[in-house]
């Protein structure tokens, strides 16, 4: 029993380490792919092309590669082949200056890359199972990595050149990938019963699909994804707009990142206390106030406060999904699940979110924007409200249905 737990507990450090520079790795990419692409003189209209594919290529590879990764009960295996091919192809980045080859190799990455956050919260899920963590405790390390990333690249631009940044993601990459490979790949419960690959029969998605509380909850959040897609795409535009400039978009970024820390410290107390579901609302009716906050700002101050609200909304709505999905989905499909749900609020909401926002902008002005992503937000957190209230209803129908029929 000893052994056991000093296994478990090696574990657990191990994972808070991955996570750091998981998501310190995604500190030093994400945030600049739009300064990279406007670096290499590339219009804002083509910019806007570019991450709708990046958006198509999580819409199918979030997917697939959970499918595989529950297919060969492996995540550690199909991370490690992501995450390689995903920093093999981004260190080409810098000796690049064809756009048309921008335009294959951006989406091309974001095929390989997309799928690693969703695959590394399931898998830091069910490795910690035993060990009376929470998932908080870990992807806490993951916001910590992200916004020191963020400060450290965007310095080094001001102070070296913009392809430095290219350097600093290959390093903390490889450091990533061989902590990935060193971890041991501790089995879930269900795999021990089950040890054998999946066939494609028996990796059935529309078991998911099927349930009522997981669709339901997957096209809200999509429809949240959507309205936020005004502030992941969107928010250095207001900030120039009501006097900013790109430093203190830098520091919107950090206290975003940061402001997640002490909410996902305390995550598996929030847990516990409530349900998942009630974690969720929370997030839903926080981001209907940042957006609402976004709309009357007349400086960059408030837009920044906006911004450390980022802990009660998305940090909040991370903690309970993760835990929700895991609830919902069956013992055979719970990286599947994860890779789906994430694929089609990230993926399907970028497609059209960045598409209408940008428009809607031209168009309305983006004050206005917020002020009807707001609206539409608080309508998402009425819904979702009811939907819980329906599922029950659904779910007990169906099981007297099921009893008159036995």
Not at 17 to 37: D, E, R
Not at 99 to 110: A, G
Request: one cysteine or more; a positive charge; glycine letters at 6%.
């Amino acid at each position: 029993m000893s052994n056991n737990i000093k296994i478990l507990r090696n574990i657990a450090g191990n994972f808070k380490i991955l996570h750091l520079f998981s998501w310190a790795a995604v500190g030093a990419y994400n945030p600049f792919i739009v300064v990279y692409l406007m670096n290499n003189n590339i219009s804002t209209s083509r910019i806007g092309v570019i991450l709708m594919f990046n958006s198509i290529a999580t819409l199918v590879g979030q997917p697939l590669w959970g499918m595989i990764s529950d297919k060969i009960r492996s995540i550690k295996k199909v991370y490690l082949l992501c995450h390689s091919l995903a920093t093999a192809l981004i260190v080409l980045l810098p000796f690049v200056t064809n756009q048309y080859i921008i335009f294959i190799l951006l989406p091309l990455i974001q095929f390989f890359y997309c799928s690693m956050s969703p695959l590394l919260d399931s898998w830091t899920i069910h490795s910690i199972k035993n060990s009376g963590k929470s998932y908080g405790s870990f992807r806490l390390w993951g916001s910590l990595g992200f916004s020191i990333l963020v400060v450290i690249n965007g310095k080094l631009i001001t102070i070296s050149f913009f392809n430095i940044i290219f350097l600093v993601y290959a390093i903390i990459s490889l450091i990533n990938l061989i902590m990935c490979a060193a971890l041991f790949e501790y089995k879930r419960d269900d795999e021990n019963v089950q040890a054998k690959p999946l066939t494609l029969r028996e990796l059935n998605i529309g078991r998911l699909l099927r349930n009522f509380h997981y669709t339901a909850f997957v096209i809200l959040s999509s429809i949240t994804f959507m309205t936020m897609t005004s502030v992941y795409s969107f928010l250095a535009t207001l900030i120039k707009q009501v006097g900013g400039d790109d430093n203190l978009y830098g520091i919107a970024n950090a206290v975003s990142a940061f402001s997640e820390v002490p909410i996902l410290l305390i995550s598996s107390m929030l847990v516990r206390k409530f349900k998942p579901q009630y974690l969720i609302l929370t997030g839903m009716f926080v981001y209907s106030i940042r957006l609402f906050l976004y709309s009357i700002a007349s400086g960059p101050e408030i837009a920044i406060f906006s911004q450390s609200l980022n802990g009660l909304s998305y940090g909040m709505f991370l903690a309970g999904s993760i835990y929700y999905i895991d609830s919902l989905a069956p013992a055979e499909l719970k990286a599947t699940a994860q890779t789906v749900a994430t694929a089609i609020y990230a993926g399907l909401s970028g497609i059209i979110g960045n598409v209408a926002v940008g428009n809607m902008i031209s168009r309305f002005g983006i004050l206005q924007v917020y002020r009807s992503g707001s609206i539409i937000q608080f309508c998402v957190f009425i819904v979702f409200l009811v939907s819980l209230y329906l599922g029950k209803r659904i779910t007990s129908t169906g099981k007297t249905v099921e009893a008159g029929i036995n």
